[in-house]
């Protein structure tokens, strides 16, 4: 079978489409006919070993793991045991191992049935990337009328976006000029540059979403109204190049009684259910390319940051 793989760390110009086996599924295991990838920020990070701490568990020097890929939606081909509770061809999605591939294996306890007014292109949009923006939104105010977010185009904001707006919050949304009309069209009822945030004005909002960028936590702190919070998804520019930005938020959030959470989501195929429910109604904010052939050259778009919403490849 074919398989997007790279056996160093860097960016999309390590990525080769190779030949290689066709994984078999042990017990607790399907083996599935990739349809669609969603390609996210959790790839990215493990595709170039960033932080560094991400090493620890794929391999200092070179990823131990040539696969590259996690976010899908398929068709159950093969399971490891006569006790799975899938049948071959179910209809799947969820996390699964080096799904940017024909074939893929994926853990029984992190995938679940696509519901049949889902399809399967959105359905790989899900993973990862809504359950973040669902598991953000559970940890905002509990007053929850205004919110800004930091950082709105990409594909966890964007999700996000079309939560708060579900709920009907008023959303104001950071982003480059160029993805003004994007993030309004998920319903942002305002959208500034990054260089804004710093002049709106202080006891604005109930809860401040942070999703990308670098701004001091203390004056976003001024533009929270009592009792607000701010939750932080992304973190990327924060840290050490080691420890990266989990680790320096996670010991910020720890002395700021209760006023930064930071978002760890599950990969649970309750949530996925959950989340896929919550936006039925919304506009599909997918961007797609078609075949592994063309594949590195969105990843290559996405990481130069050319893509707005979740990018999602069709494998099969």
Not at 103 to 131: C, M, N, Q, T, Y
């Amino acid at each position: 079978m074919k398989a997007l793989q790279r056996h160093n760390y860097g960016n999309w110009s390590q990525l080769k489409l190779s030949e290689v086996e066709i994984p078999e599924p042990t017990k607790g295991d399907v083996l599935v006919r990739v349809e669609f990838v969603g390609v996210d920020s959790s790839m990215n990070h493990l595709m170039t070993g960033t932080p560094g701490l991400v090493r620890l568990g794929t391999g200092f020097r070179n990823p131990r793991n040539p696969g590259v890929g996690q976010s899908f939606s398929g068709i159950v081909q093969a399971v490891g045991s006569s006790e799975s509770k899938f049948q071959i061809g179910d209809r799947v999605f969820g996390i699964g191992i080096n799904v940017l591939a024909d074939f893929a294996l994926a853990k029984e306890s992190k995938i679940a049935l696509v519901p049949d007014w889902l399809d399967s292109e959105r359905a790989a949009s899900f993973p990862v990337s809504a359950l973040a923006a669902n598991a953000a939104l559970k940890m905002a105010s509990k007053t929850l009328e205004t919110a800004l977010v930091i950082g709105g185009s990409g594909s966890v904001g964007s999700f996000l976006l079309q939560l708060l707006a579900a709920r009907g919050v008023k959303a104001v949304v950071s982003a480059s000029s160029k993805k003004h009309g994007w993030v309004e069209s998920l319903g942002a009822s305002k959208s500034i540059t990054h260089s804004q945030v710093s002049e709106l004005a202080h006891s604005s909002f109930d809860s401040i979403f942070v999703v990308g960028g670098d701004e001091d936590f203390g004056e976003l702190a001024k533009l929270l109204k009592p009792g607000g919070n701010i939750v932080v998804i992304g973190s990327d520019h924060r840290g050490s190049k080691f420890a990266g930005g989990f680790l320096a938020t996670a010991f910020v959030s720890l002395f700021s009684r209760g006023k930064i959470k930071l978002v760890v989501s599950a990969e649970k195929p309750a949530l996925l259910l959950e989340v896929a429910t919550l936006l039925k109604d919304a506009t599909p904010i997918t961007t797609s390319s078609h075949g592994l052939d063309n594949a590195v050259e969105s990843i290559r778009r996405y990481q130069d940051g050319q893509t707005m919403g979740r990018l999602v490849i069709k494998v099969g």
